[in-house]
């Protein structure tokens, strides 16, 4: 599971012509789920996210979390985040979770974000959405689920076979 973190000042999503989220100051997160994610990649994130110090303190120094400033969270799915673009010119997504068993992670993922005691709004899963955002900092970070399993570093994940329905 792939997550794109943008510390922002405001954001928003609309679909269709009507805005049906919007948040001030906090994380915008795009999530990118692929085959064979599950509950595990699901709970590294959104520890990782809840404490991730992105936001400034009183020194300038990246030292808050969105929970320290009473932040909000703009949830977004995004499968291109799962693309390999390594060979020739148009991305391939065969990694991406198939549509109906990515909606049950995105689901969950949503709902343990917001057990986590976060402010939690999303855009709409599938849609076709236009994303409004003004990136503070610019401050942008990626954090691949799989990619702790194999690293060795931060939190570790176990080694799994085949994906847990949550």
Known sequence: MKALIQRVSEASVIVNGSRVAEIASGIL???GIEKGDSLRDIEY???KVERLRIFEDDHGKMNR???DIA???LVVSQFTLTSDCRKGSRPSFDTAEEPGR???LYDAFVRMMGKSGLQVTTGQFGAYMKVDLVNDGPVTFLIDSRRARSTGTGQRLPEETTAAHP
Do not use: Q
């Open 102 to 104: 990515a909606r049950e």
């Open 71 to 73: 932040g909000s969270v």
């Open 29 to 31: 997160l795009f999530v």
């Open 65 to 67: 979390s969105v929970k």
């Open 45 to 47: 994130l959104v520890t």
